[in-house]
């Protein structure tokens, strides 16, 4: 199911958060909404379920116009950052609650949540209460309860926000390949840009309640539209008046660059970061491989010339 | 693991709370037996006493599920709707609990006597409220109006709204949300909110005191007999009287306590 969104407009009080937003969200897509807090990425998100009312524009699900249509019968699956856990349910009753709603005969509701556990592989912990788990099984727990209503698109704020670094990266690679098993058009919302380029295929980037640029990752890693959208996907530093990323910055032999002296290095693991100081007193870093740069065998005051890779 | 406290610590919290609440209710039980159980089951006998008993349990059931209903509704249009006209019933909610309950039966008696401010349309209606069991429950009321809210309020705020929010994504209606979600995640704060409430109005005085009119046999409450029966030379009936609304409390708490600890294991680690 395609979401197309056509000249959205949303504020609160006086104070607009989303201005003209103008997107459409191919079918069985995994799109990533990025974007800095404050730009308006969860209200849209909130807009889309729901769960917020829409000042002016359309929301429309695979030509079904949804834009006044109450949350309940959107039939969208929508996980919190905080999963929002039914505390006083089991993780069973959790995953059921859409499917008793909809009034599913119980022996279906036995086996559809039997064939969900296992999916999110939480088969064991059925009987468990959500205090009882960890926040990656909350998460997949959530995931579970808004897959159970076999729901038209799937939306996820900051779904590995809560999560520390290691099971985040792990869940991401586990949503991705599910979402790509279930075919299942999914938006999610992160502030991340390595969460949005690692997840998503397509990014659509938002900032003061405009969308800056949309695309897939690479396309708008590559070609962004302006400073903003290069700055907000990865590291710039200054060079020759512009901004470049750091690692199409490189040390020649030749004239054919600007000349300055290293001032210091920094090594990060596989990279190194090499800070130069050039005549005029500005300053730009160059992200070196650790082979390049001892290659280079490059050391504090030593002298270089700085050029942009081609 | 719990820690354990040091040994004197201990001995200080455990003194204190004898000294205190332990000695002065093991008197009153004393006294309660003090002509052993036929004696105690004579007492039971006195009409005053049985009707001061009807009468309490009477303005509990009254007052408890009014003020319940209500504490749950003011808590949650306070948390949920902020607006000027909640933050202002906010901070008026706790008036009760600041003032004197014998100033309160007093203002309730100027308002509500039938020479008072409401005393036209009362008696239009054909209503006794003043020195009758409206009144009674009226200032019940009014003494115990804050205490089920004032649970609910800080656990409502910190469990925000999202899991009413999925409930409505899943499909669920506003009366099922409120049922399924809301009212389950509120249901031992309301307990405790509940038994205090209780509490309050079992052992309300003053108040009711002043509204009530104290007539023996028609307006007067337990706490009520329990003082006229002490200012009548009857130390014995007040010591009844007095022994049966402490155990009513007791066992409410220890009711209290048992569900709460069972509710709790139900949600702890199995590890």
Same mark, same amino acid.
């Given at each position: 199911?395609?979401?197309?969104?056509?000249?959205?407009?949303?504020?609160?009080?006086?104070?607009?958060?989303?201005?003209?937003?103008?997107?459409?969200?191919?079918?069985?897509?995994?799109?990533?909404?990025?974007?800095?807090?404050?730009?308006?990425?969860?209200?849209?998100?909130?807009?889309?379920?729901?769960?917020?009312?829409?000042?002016?524009?359309?929301?429309?699900?695979?030509?079904?116009?949804?834009?006044?249509?109450?949350?309940?019968?959107?039939?969208?699956?929508?996980?919190?950052?905080?999963?929002?856990?039914?505390?006083?349910?089991?993780?069973?009753?959790?995953?059921?609650?859409?499917?008793?709603?909809?009034?599913?005969?119980? *022996? #279906?509701?036995?086996?559809? $949540?039997?064939?969900?556990? =296992?999916? %999110?592989?939480?088969?064991? !912990?059925?009987? /468990?209460?959500?205090?009882?788990?960890?926040?990656?099984?909350?998460?997949?727990?959530?995931?579970?309860?808004?897959?159970?209503?076999?729901?038209?698109?799937?939306?996820?704020?900051?779904?590995?926000?809560?999560?520390?670094?290691?099971?985040?990266?792990?869940?991401?690679?586990?949503?991705?390949?599910?979402?790509?098993?279930?075919?299942?058009?999914?938006?999610?919302?992160?502030?991340?840009?390595?969460?949005?380029?690692?997840?998503?295929?397509?990014?659509?980037?938002?900032?003061?309640?405009?969308?800056?640029?949309?695309?897939?990752?690479?396309?708008?890693?590559?070609?962004?539209?302006?400073?903003?959208?290069?700055?907000?996907?990865?590291?710039?530093?200054?060079?020759?008046?512009?901004?470049?990323?750091?690692?199409?910055?490189?040390? *020649? #032999?030749?004239?054919?660059? $600007?000349?300055?002296?290293? =001032?210091? %290095?920094?090594?990060?693991? !596989?990279?190194? /970061?090499?800070?130069?100081?050039?005549?005029?007193?500005?300053?730009?870093?160059?992200?070196?491989?650790?082979?390049?740069?001892?290659?280079?065998?490059?050391?504090?005051?030593?002298?270089?010339?700085?050029?942009?890779?081609? | 693991?719990?820690?354990?406290?040091?040994?004197?610590?201990?001995?200080?919290?455990?003194?204190?709370?004898?000294?205190?609440?332990?000695?002065?209710?093991?008197?009153?039980?004393?006294?309660?037996?003090?002509?052993?159980?036929?004696?105690?089951?004579?007492?039971?006998?006195?009409?005053?006493?049985?009707?001061?008993?009807?009468?309490?349990?009477?303005?509990?059931?009254?007052?408890?599920?009014?003020?319940?209903?209500?504490?749950?509704?003011?808590?949650?249009?306070?948390?949920?709707?902020?607006?000027?006209?909640?933050?202002?019933?906010?901070?008026?909610?706790?008036?009760?609990?600041?003032?004197?309950?014998?100033?309160?039966?007093?203002?309730?008696?100027?308002?509500?006597?039938?020479?008072?401010?409401?005393?036209?349309?009362?008696?239009?209606?054909?209503?006794?409220?003043?020195?009758?069991?409206?009144?009674?429950?009226?200032?019940?009321?009014?003494?115990?109006?804050?205490?089920?809210?004032?649970?609910?309020?800080?656990?409502?705020?910190?469990?925000?709204?999202?899991?009413?929010?999925?409930?409505?994504?899943?499909?669920?209606?506003?009366?099922?949300?409120?049922?399924?979600?809301?009212?389950?995640?509120?249901?031992?704060?309301?307990?405790?909110?509940?038994?205090?409430?209780?509490?309050?109005?079992?052992?309300?005085?003053?108040?009711?005191?002043?509204?009530?009119?104290?007539?023996?046999?028609?307006?007067?409450?337990?706490?009520?007999?329990?003082?006229?029966?002490?200012?009548?030379?009857?130390?014995?009936?007040?010591?009844?009287?007095?022994?049966?609304?402490?155990?009513?409390?007791?066992?409410?708490?220890?009711?209290?306590?048992?569900?709460?600890?069972?509710?709790?294991?139900?949600?702890?680690?199995?590890?």
């Amino acid at each position: 199911m395609s979401i197309s969104l056509e000249h959205l407009s949303k504020s609160f009080g006086t104070e607009p958060v989303l201005t003209d937003i103008n997107d459409v969200v191919p079918d069985g897509s995994l799109t990533a909404l990025l974007g800095p807090s404050g730009s308006g990425k969860s209200t849209l998100l909130r807009m889309i379920a729901g769960l917020e009312t829409v000042d002016q524009g359309r929301i429309v699900l695979h030509g079904r116009d949804v834009t006044h249509t109450p949350a309940r019968r959107r039939n969208i699956g929508f996980c919190f950052q905080d999963y929002a856990p039914f505390y006083q349910l089991s993780v069973f009753d959790n995953i059921a609650y859409g499917l008793k709603v909809r009034r599913t005969a119980k *022996v #279906d509701i036995e086996r559809e $949540v039997r064939e969900l556990l =296992a999916l %999110v592989r939480l088969e064991a !912990f059925a009987d /468990r209460y959500p205090r009882q788990l960890s926040g990656g099984q909350r998460q997949r727990m959530a995931l579970a309860r808004a897959l159970a209503i076999k729901p038209e698109v799937l939306l996820l704020d900051e779904p590995f926000a809560a999560l520390d670094a290691q099971v985040g990266g792990e869940l991401r690679q586990w949503v991705r390949s599910l979402q790509h098993d279930l075919g299942i058009t999914t938006l999610l919302v992160t502030h991340n840009q390595a969460e949005a380029m690692e997840v998503a295929d397509r990014v659509v980037i938002l900032n003061h309640g405009r969308i800056e640029q949309a695309g897939e990752p690479s396309a708008v890693y590559d070609n962004p539209v302006n400073h903003f959208v290069r700055s907000f996907l990865g590291p710039t530093t200054p060079f020759n008046g512009v901004a470049v990323r750091p690692h199409d910055l490189t040390f *020649v #032999d030749s004239t054919e660059g $600007v000349a300055g002296v290293v =001032a210091d %290095v920094i090594r990060l693991g !596989f990279e190194v /970061r090499v800070v130069v100081t050039f005549g005029d007193d500005t300053t730009s870093w160059v992200q070196l491989t650790h082979e390049e740069a001892q290659r280079r065998s490059v050391t504090l005051g030593q002298p270089v010339t700085v050029a942009v890779r081609r | 693991m719990m820690k354990t406290s040091p040994l004197w610590l201990r001995f200080v919290v455990v003194t204190y709370i004898l000294l205190l609440v332990g000695v002065p209710l093991g008197f009153d039980y004393q006294r309660m037996f003090a002509h052993g159980w036929s004696g105690l089951v004579a007492a039971f006998g006195d009409p005053m006493m049985r009707s001061a008993m009807w009468l309490t349990v009477r303005v509990v059931v009254m007052t408890v599920p009014l003020n319940t209903v209500v504490g749950v509704g003011v808590a949650l249009w306070i948390v949920r709707h902020p607006s000027w006209r909640s933050r202002l019933v906010d901070r008026i909610i706790d008036v009760p609990l600041a003032i004197s309950p014998i100033i309160i039966g007093l203002m309730l008696e100027l308002a509500y006597a039938s020479n008072g401010w409401f005393g036209r349309p009362e008696a239009a209606l054909g209503l006794h409220i003043i020195f009758s069991f409206p009144g009674i429950v009226l200032a019940s009321v009014f003494v115990s109006l804050p205490l089920v809210s004032r649970q609910l309020i800080p656990l409502l705020r910190e469990l925000g709204d999202h899991q009413e929010q999925t409930a409505a994504s899943l499909g669920a209606g506003p009366v099922r949300i409120f049922l399924s979600i809301t009212l389950r995640s509120l249901l031992w704060a309301t307990a405790y909110g509940v038994s205090l409430t209780t509490a309050r109005v079992l052992g309300e005085y003053g108040a009711v005191l002043i509204v009530s009119g104290n007539i023996a046999g028609l307006t007067q409450t337990l706490t009520l007999n329990i003082g006229s029966n002490f200012e009548n030379y009857d130390a014995f009936h007040g010591f009844v009287g007095a022994g049966v609304l402490a155990t009513t409390s007791i066992v409410i708490l220890l009711v209290l306590g048992i569900a709460r600890h069972r509710e709790r294991k139900r949600h702890e680690h199995l590890a």
